[in-house]
């Protein structure tokens, strides 16, 4: 009789559970979600190029720093302001701020004055590339040999 009365609960249980897991999942609709027009850019989409020339380069020399922007579609990006910056390390650089040309391009020259290694830092400025990422490169400044 024991065993009759505990697999009935047992059976009365289970069925409670399941309907109340059909009650509650009947209950549960996905609505199509119309999500607004955007209206401003979605993303910047900006292939951001920094390059040294040479990364290597003797105390009191200098090195070509180039910055190549381009679009999604890999055409130059003209007029974008870009901040540039020695982050750390020795030497310095002849101007801090640059706008891309025509042809998605611009540089500064950066002087290796002491020995050591120089990261120099770049980021687009300006209303539509607020919060992006930086990109650096690193120069290794050398004593020359005697």
Do not use: N
């Given at each position: 009789m024991e065993i009759r009365r505990g697999r009935q609960l047992g059976r009365s249980s289970a069925l409670g559970l399941a309907i109340?897991?059909?009650?509650?999942?009947?209950?549960c609709k996905e609505d199509s979600v119309n999500a607004p027009q955007v209206t401003g850019p979605s993303e910047l989409a900006l292939s951001f190029l920094l390059t040294a020339d040479p990364d290597i380069t003797l105390v009191g020399s200098t090195s070509a720093i180039g910055i190549n922007i381009r679009d999604r579609n890999g055409s130059p990006v003209p007029g974008v302001r870009v901040l540039v910056e020695v982050e750390f390390g020795p030497g310095h650089l002849d101007r801090n701020f640059v706008t891309t040309n025509g042809n998605g391009v611009a540089g500064v020259t950066y002087f290796g004055d002491a020995e050591g290694f120089a990261q120099v830092e770049?980021?687009?400025?300006?209303?539509?590339?607020?919060?992006?990422?930086?990109?650096?490169?690193?120069?290794?400044?050398?004593?020359?040999?005697?």
């Open positions: 109340g897991l059909i009650a509650l999942l009947g209950g770049a980021k687009p400025v300006g209303q539509d590339y607020f919060g992006t990422e930086f990109r650096s490169v690193t120069i290794r400044v050398a004593t020359p040999v005697s």
